[in-house]
Structure formats: structure tokens, C-alpha cells
């Protein structure tokens, strides 16, 4: 099951490596960062799990500190890389307008807008039953 789970995990670095050589598409270099932070994450975590085999008598018994190292580290990678994917939407909002700041009355504002300019729109829903019109 490790060798199947070691495979999968080399087959998939290898196929966006080769996918991001093709094209330079960035959702595919972004998957691969990361997938590759998420892995290293892991990685990491196997090695401070493995560090605490020192402090046992008889470490074949706490052989799943390792285990629970690498779970933390990737439960970590997975949660730091949510928080970069949100991070950059936001960043991207920001690099639009930098000098202005878009405060909750200019929101209020915009929704008050948008309000209106909706309202004045007639909408019709029709089928061979019935008619709507509002």
C-alpha cells in the first residue's frame, strides 16, 4: 500500500511537471507548488515524528509518531495553502485600484446602485402553462 501511495504521488509531480513544461498555463504551476508545499509539509512533519523515536526505550513501538508527524505536516501544507489560494484573490482585488480604498459606504453605495439599476429591469417567465411578468 506504501508503494502504491509513494507511486501515485511520484506519477502525479511527474505528469504536472511534464503538463507545465507543455504549456505555461499558471493554474498548472500553482496546482504543482502546491503540491509540492503540501508534500514537504509532510515530509517534515515524517521527520519531527521520526525525531521523537530518540526519547522512547523501544522506538519499533512508536514507530506512529511518524505517521501522525506526517498527517500533522500535511493537514498544515493543506491549511497554508488554502490560506495563500484566498490570500491571492484578494491581492488581485487590491492591485486594481491601490490609492483607493473601497470602504463598507462606498459598498453600501455600490449595492444601492445595483439595486436600483436592477429594479428597472422587467423580467418575464413563460411556458406553455403559465405567465410571469414582474
Not at 25 to 32: E, G, L, V
Request: proline share 1%.
Amino acid at each position: 500500500m506504501k508503494r502504491w501511495i509513494s507511486a501515485l504521488i511520484c506519477s502525479q509531480l511527474l505528469l504536472l511537471n511534464f503538463a507545465s513544461a507543455q504549456s505555461e498555463d499558471d493554474i498548472i504551476k500553482n496546482t504543482q507548488q502546491d503540491m509540492i508545499t503540501v508534500v514537504a509539509a509532510g515530509a517534515g512533519g515524517a521527520i519531527l515524528g521520526l525525531s521523537t523515536l530518540s526519547f522512547y526505550e523501544t522506538p519499533s513501538k512508536s514507530l506512529r509518531n511518524i505517521w501522525t508527524g506526517a498527517a500533522i505536516g500535511i493537514i498544515a501544507g493543506v491549511i497554508f495553502v488554502a490560506y495563500n489560494s484566498a490570500q491571492k484573490g484578494s491581492e488581485d482585488l487590491v492591485g486594481q485600484s491601490p490609492s483607493r480604498k473601497f470602504s463598507t459606504s462606498d459598498r453600501l453605495a455600490w449595492h444601492q446602485s445595483e439595486i436600483i439599476s436592477n429594479t428597472s429591469v422587467n423580467s418575464e417567465i413563460e411556458s406553455e402553462f403559465f405567465h410571469f411578468s414582474f
